[in-house]
């Protein structure tokens, strides 16, 4: 907005889609398995409305400054991301479009490590595992009846 203010780019840079992988190197990727277009429905949208209480969750953890939230099929170019080795890569959209299936990624911005003496900085781990659980639990407590741990995956993936 203040770069339209300013002059130095246009109100169409505004709707331009948001690539998440341009800010976060760390990522959260959730995929419903549903078994048909109702339970998608059903099920996409119970997660919708609580992906904000993951996020909230995860950045209650010392280490995460910050959690934004994107379908994946809101990624420009890009309608499905799959976890390949632990990196971000993009599969055709035939792939996609097989199965009733939904994903989001959950960008976060992981606080840097202390340097070491040599000046480079370790990799810091985060165990996001409790508040994945807290999660789960809210979903189960939303609807009793469906079993999340088989129908939501959940991977850590890095670009």
Known sequence: MKKIVEGSATWEDLFEPYDIRQDYRHFLKLVLLADNFQELGRLGGLIDSRLRDLAGFLEEHQYIESVRITKASDLPKSPCFESVSGELSSSSESDCEKG?????????KILKAAPLPDGTYPERKVDVTQYLLRFYGTLQERDPNTNFLNKLITAYVTR
């Open 100 to 108: 009733f299936k939904r994903a989001w990624l959950l960008g976060m």
